[in-house]
């Protein structure tokens, strides 16, 4: 019996590491993430039925709070997670706000914005999209701007850190033993791809399509984080994307709509070039715009840090109880 329950503690005990094995980390930091965000949607649920009935101003004012609110929270779990768990700082995760982050940042930005204003350009040229209008709806639009501006802001921290920080990370610090560095990097890498992409399967007019397609997008995110060991581009690039997506040229985001918009568009294409319904990441045009993207941030990295291999803190944790 003594020597049953040591096999099984080893399967879930990692006792040179001092911490859960990396399939038990991740269903535990999926477990307590979910549950601090059904725990803050249910919260917020019952503040807003006791509260007496807002206004216009006030109703887009709550959205924008309660955006915020769930970013906090999920930054707040993988934070928790990480300490009692993975035995990692959230600086671990791809959160080490040094002023090389920020720079990386401001790549990503830049990076997403303009990717997104190429494909805007190339379909206006070939007559695949016509303007309808602009700064819609002209009452609420700067409202509806700066509340698209948050959500996406959110969006981009919050995918990015779960999808890339904890998960690629614990993935492949789980194979690493297995398949080496290189084999373990790529396995991580396709595996949050791939749950990335999947999470957007139920999103309106998806397809199995679409759903590579993002999935495709999620390497472009990943390659930054793989290289530096940052989250800075990824993040960056993730929310210029999305916002310059639907928040600046009106274009559906995963098949989503966007109420307030700089300009507003009409589609005429055809949907295999440009995503149709759910948006350019559906299309050829958005696909080409992400392999472009992914050689933009190789080059970036191998320009600014004069090499290009796994970051170690991939591979190799800085467990917090070494300190």
Known sequence: MVAIA??????????????????????????????????????LQSLRSVLPPFTLVESSLFVVVVTAL?????????????????????????????????????????????LMTAIFGVELALGWVVVTGTFVPPESFLRGFLAVCV??????????????????????????????????????????????????????????????????AGVMLAVGYVLTGDLAIPIGLHISWNLFQGAVYGFPVSGLGIDATVVAVSQRGPDLWTGGAFGPEAGLVGITAIVLGTLATVGYVRLRYRFLAVHPSLTVPDLRWRD
């Open 6 to 43: 040591r096999f099984f503690r080893r399967l879930v005990w990692n006792a040179d590491e001092r911490r859960p094995r990396a399939p038990v980390r991740l269903v535990g930091g999926i477990v307590v993430v979910v549950v601090a965000l059904v725990g803050a949607a249910l919260s």
């Open 70 to 114: 769930t970013g906090v929270v999920s930054v707040v779990a993988v934070a928790l997670v990480g300490w009692f768990v993975d035995r990692r700082r959230l600086s671990d995760f791809g959160l080490d706000l040094d002023r090389d982050w920020w720079i990386d940042l401001g790549f990503g930005l830049a990076l997403g914005g303009a």
């Open 151 to 216: 959500l996406f802001l959110v969006v981009g921290v919050q995918e990015e850190l779960l999808a890339r920080g904890y998960l690629l990370t614990n993935v492949c610090e789980g194979l690493v033993g297995w398949l080496g560095e290189r084999g373990a990097t790529g396995v991580a890498v396709v595996v949050s791809s791939l749950v990335f992409g999947g999470l957007h399967l139920g999103n309106p007019n998806a397809t199995l399509v679409s759903t590579l397609s993002i999935s495709l």
